[in-house]
């Protein structure tokens, strides 16, 4: 099993920058991907952006550019730096783990705001 405790998020302005961070615990040897999902009211829970466990790196077409995923393997956690945020941006953000047994885990979720 794996566990995640995401941090970062919260209310920032159009144009600002926020940087979520998620640790994972447990089973660590196992994690293949990490990444963040996101999912706005009404809408489908989406990918943001994952990496894989060769740094190599997706980004959704609206995210790229702007936002920029990281990963600590010592530490094992996943940071996603958001720059230049857009009100479209605004959803509850999910820290995501893909292990090598292809189980799935999420994090609790944490609420990014974009005010226009």
């Known amino acids: 099993q794996v566990q995640l405790v995401e941090s970062g998020g919260g209310l920032v302005q159009a144009g600002g920058s926020l940087r979520l961070s998620c640790a994972a615990s447990?089973?660590?040897?196992?994690?293949?991907?990490m990444g963040w999902f996101r999912q706005a009211p009404g809408k489908q829970r989406e990918v943001v952006a994952v990496?894989?466990?060769?740094?190599?790196?997706n980004y959704a077409d609206s995210v790229k550019g702007r936002f920029t995923i990281s990963r600590d393997y010592p530490k094992n956690t996943v940071v996603l730096q958001m720059n230049s945020l857009k009100p479209a941006d605004t959803a509850v953000y999910y820290c995501?783990?893909?292990?090598?047994?292809?189980?799935?885990?999420w994090g609790q979720g944490t609420q990014v705001t974009v005010s226009s």
């Open positions: 995501y783990i893909r292990s090598i047994f292809a189980r799935e885990y």
């Open positions: 447990g089973t660590t040897f196992s994690i293949n991907t």
């Open positions: 990496v894989g466990s060769d740094d190599n790196t």
